[in-house]
DNA sequence: CTGAAAGCGCTTACAG
DNA sequence: CTGAAAGCGCTTACAG
């Protein structure tokens, strides 16, 4: 009875929801003030202010964040796409993301795409929605995207990618260094027949460990003859690593181009031909995502500092954000190779 | 120089987002009528439908939701609130979530929260964003809270939870029926000192596993004598595991609260104590994550319907998105027990 | 400190 | 089919 509104037969299904308007009538004060006393820093009498509060209160007020954005020109939301995550190093990872927003004051609006394709159909979406700027992980931007994006000054970063371009914001893994981090390791414990198992294909992750690893095979007059196409899934790296052990001439150590591709190598080498890791075989990962670390796998990997990559792709954004017109920013981080039981060379 | 504003000068530090308006102008209709343009089933000529697309196109427009948002009363955003993500077991939830939205045209608001406490703290975050309805993950919703969000006619849903006045809608798998699967599997096989490696304290989860669990055993006549603390984390079941094994008199079988601690467990029978799992040892888990079936755990364990009880929570949201005012629904789901090799009585 | 008014970018009756 | 106008719930100069 006493909540009536102008509209005499509305039909919303939804309830009416409590605007400043209500409260300013029941407090008789304008509804700009109501405003005031809701967007910090601007002053209201105290009298005031703590009607208004009661009020508020009273009728389960809550700012309407959608209004604010529309006439602030900022939504406080980020968008972060995803591409394929089943890896365990993804749940980290929005973890990690989500949780370093939140403590900016930012809320993530997640995006799920299977490949770049998918996720230049959903870009747009995040667009309308005008997200203050977008966390890309894993998946390259055509330049054409990139540029499509670049007039719209929404900002972008690239996590784990980059553009050959180098003209759109990005934190990588630098994963040449690592693919030679990984050679150089099986080189020194002294194997000779080095395998690598692919991850998915077309990938710049991919390309760039294989070429890290065969350009210090080369180095040392090795060719890369073992490879085999890999996923990233663990499925894929139990299949790539029986074809691999099914030849006559087998490899005596495998670099595999993620860990869970490597898990799934290590136990079809075990499982399957019996053969002793590292004994008849070292195995080497990428990423270093916690299961590595324990004891029925306990792989030598080349870690990925996801915490440094997150950080500062954080910094990056918000940086951008700030100065939407400032370069391309590119950033490097350093693999690090983590010697445990999958290898020789390490400490017994 | 082409683009002028009607504001001489203005410091907008974002670029100028192309409006209707700007559209309008340009091709000589209302901004009515590129409104129409733009949401399907209104007519317009077709002569005219075509110089806006054009000029759209032309300018880069993109529709703005959040405007779209505020006249229309829904924002196509659903909240979507993760407690604690570690485990395996929510990668795959956050993912099957995101897409079966994603496919029904919603977008997804993230929030990581730490335990029940943070996640009533920020909820409201979710209702200022207007979302048009709420998952909530393994955490309980106060009655207070319950019933605040009832007066918004904001929809709610608990998943892996319920609350015992069934006053909110909710998808849980029926934990105490798993734990007694739990116990009649381990009595099958022979075992007469059953061990239970608790979850999280206080979840109602842990609660009603271990209820189910200790309500068989007490039906053959036995006590829930070996019973450790863990958290749902790989090491907290490592931990767990060896203050029971290190005792004098040891349990013949454990059931864990879920997967991750059940590995953890499995690591240090094997590991530490050289046990022979299921020869001295036999363990289940609870969740059946991927890697459950990984050669190197083969575990044993009760399977929560991952993809059923997504279906069914995305289905009791969609209803009550569409009939805010119905009864809350409450769904059980049926776990079941997946035999590998942790446990004797399997085929071998 | 405070109110009246304009405006953010849309949708949607209301007339024609 | 189409335009003028009101309104969604806010913020923010502009005056006082």
Redesign the pocket.
């Given at each position: 009875m006493a909540d009536q509104n102008?509209?005499s037969a509305n039909k919303t299904k939804r309830k009416?929801?409590v605007?400043?308007?209500d409260i300013a009538r029941r407090a008789?004060?304008?509804?700009?003030?109501v405003?005031?006393v809701?967007?910090d820093g601007?002053?209201?009498?105290e009298?005031?202010?703590e009607r208004v509060l009661t009020i508020a209160e009273e009728l389960g007020?809550?700012?309407?964040a959608?209004?604010?954005s529309?006439?602030?020109r900022d939504t406080m939301i980020i968008g972060l796409v995803i591409v394929r995550f089943t890896n365990p190093f993804y749940a980290r990872m929005i973890k990690d993301f989500t949780r370093q927003l939140q403590n900016r004051g930012y809320s993530t609006l997640l995006f799920n795409v299977e490949d770049s394709q998918e996720m230049e159909e959903r870009l747009p979406t995040a667009l309308q929605y005008r997200v203050d700027g977008v966390i890309i992980t894993s998946a390259m931007l055509s330049s054409k995207m990139a540029a499509e994006y670049a007039k719209t000054g929404t900002p972008i970063v690239l996590f784990n990618r980059y553009t050959l371009e180098g003209n759109v914001n990005a934190v990588c893994c630098d994963n040449t260094e690592g693919g030679r981090l990984a050679a150089q390791t099986l080189l020194e414990d002294g194997h000779e027949r080095l395998a690598y198992i692919a991850g998915e294909q077309g990938s710049s992750t991919n390309r760039d460990r294989k070429q890290g690893f065969e350009e210090v095979l080369g180095q040392h007059g090795y060719l890369l003859q073992w490879c085999e196409q890999g996923d990233y899934s663990y499925e894929s790296g139990y299949a790539a690593a029986r074809r691999l052990l099914q030849n006559d001439q087998r490899p005596d150590a495998i670099f595999c181009a993620n860990d869970l591709m490597a898990m799934g190598a290590l136990d079809v080498a075990r499982h399957e031909f019996n053969l002793k890791v590292p004994g008849d075989l070292s195995i080497i990962g990428f990423d270093d995502i916690p299961m590595a670390q324990w004891p029925c796998y306990s792989l030598t990997t080349i870690r990925q500092p996801f915490k440094p990559m997150v950080d500062t792709t954080i910094e990056v954004l918000m940086n951008a954000i700030q100065s939407p017109d400032g370069e391309a920013d590119m950033r490097w981080v350093t693999p690090e190779l983590i010697r445990r039981r999958t290898t020789r060379g390490g400490k017994v």
């Open positions: 102008q509209l009416h929801r605007s400043q308007k008789g004060v304008s509804q700009a003030t405003s005031r809701f967007s601007d002053s209201v009498s009298q005031k202010r007020y809550r700012p309407d959608i209004a604010r529309l006439v602030q």
